[in-house]
């Protein structure tokens, strides 16, 4: 599989953050990659990091967001956010490396809170 820096992704994701108001995601350490030939049905994908890697290698947390060309470029652009809002959702208010799933006991991930979300940008 190939993978290259996606700069127009993280562009999108600072802005998506700024405006969602995710004041809990540090945008320095949120990277964007597109790959190539994933064998995914996946549109997007968030990588974290385990809490072992600041514990032994002192590094901090920080997230890849990975966009699946082939799959996400053809999306509408109104889609292409709803899934990158969508993978945001995924990083918890302590931005520990970890990733929430789609059903906790105090939030759901899914199309309908995705929708929630991206309405309050649309007006």
């Not at 599989?1 to 949120?30: G, W």
């Amino acid at each position: 599989m190939k993978y290259e820096r996606a700069p127009e992704i993280k562009k999108t994701i600072v802005a998506l953050v700024s405006e969602l108001q995710f004041t809990h995601i540090d945008v320095e350490r949120v990277h964007c990659i597109r790959s190539f030939d994933a064998k995914t049905r996946a549109y997007a994908r968030i990588w974290g990091m385990s809490k072992l890697f600041f514990e032994v290698a002192g590094i901090r947390a920080n997230y890849i967001i990975e966009v699946v060309s082939k799959r996400f470029d053809k999306l509408s652009e109104r889609e292409k956010i709803k899934t990158l809002i969508h993978e945001l959702m995924h990083i918890p208010k302590t931005f520990s490396g970890a990733l929430l799933s789609h059903r906790g006991p105090h939030h759901a991930i899914n199309d309908r809170e995705v929708e929630k979300i991206i309405r309050r940008i649309e007006k």
